[in-house]
């Protein structure tokens, strides 16, 4: 199982509408990778910082899935910020659900994204939240 890193974590927030799991450096422009999704549709849209433009390769627990993502210059870091839309119950997003982590497949690197033991509910609201 992979181990979370002190200071990194899946964060959550909400408002009726909309909401967001990112995973990053809380309270800091440090952000890796997010989701974000409207209330109960079920869709979600995923983004990614990268060096360069590429697809969006996601993995958890062995399921994989690769979106053909959209790249726009970063306003935040050196490189892109990548964007693609995605159905919540795909089964890479089923066994992060489940997990708790997901990887980010690139460039022959794999990168993780572990929640902690005390924030894997956060994973779960999101997923709610979508429906």
Same mark, same amino acid.
């Given at each position: 199982m992979?181990?979370?890193?002190?200071?990194y974590?899946w964060?959550?927030?909400?408002d009726?509408?909309?909401?967001?799991l990112?995973f990053?450096?809380?309270a800091?422009d440090?952000?890796?990778?997010g989701?974000?999704?409207?209330?109960g549709?079920?869709k979600?849209?995923?983004f990614?910082?990268a060096?360069?433009?590429?697809?969006i390769h996601?993995?958890?627990?062995?399921d994989?899935? %690769? +979106?053909?993502?959209?790249?726009?210059?970063?306003e935040l *870091? @050196? =490189?892109?910020?990548?964007?693609a839309?995605?159905?919540?119950d795909?089964?890479?997003f089923l %066994? +992060?659900?489940r997990l708790?982590?997901?990887?980010?497949? *690139? @460039? =022959?690197?794999?990168?993780?994204f572990?929640a902690h033991p005390t924030?894997?509910?956060?994973?779960?609201?999101f997923?709610?939240f979508c429906?």
């Amino acid at each position: 199982m992979p181990r979370p890193v002190a200071g990194y974590d899946w964060f959550y927030h909400a408002d009726t509408a909309e909401a967001q799991l990112v995973f990053g450096l809380e309270a800091s422009d440090d952000v890796q990778m997010g989701l974000s999704c409207a209330a109960g549709t079920g869709k979600l849209d995923i983004f990614a910082i990268a060096d360069a433009p590429r697809d969006i390769h996601l993995e958890s627990g062995g399921d994989t899935e %690769r +979106f053909k993502a959209s790249a726009e210059p970063s306003e935040l *870091h @050196d =490189g892109s910020t990548l964007t693609a839309g995605a159905k919540a119950d795909l089964p890479v997003f089923l %066994r +992060f659900r489940r997990l708790g982590w997901m990887a980010s497949l *690139h @460039d =022959g690197r794999r990168d993780m994204f572990v929640a902690h033991p005390t924030t894997m509910a956060n994973v779960e609201r999101f997923f709610d939240f979508c429906g």
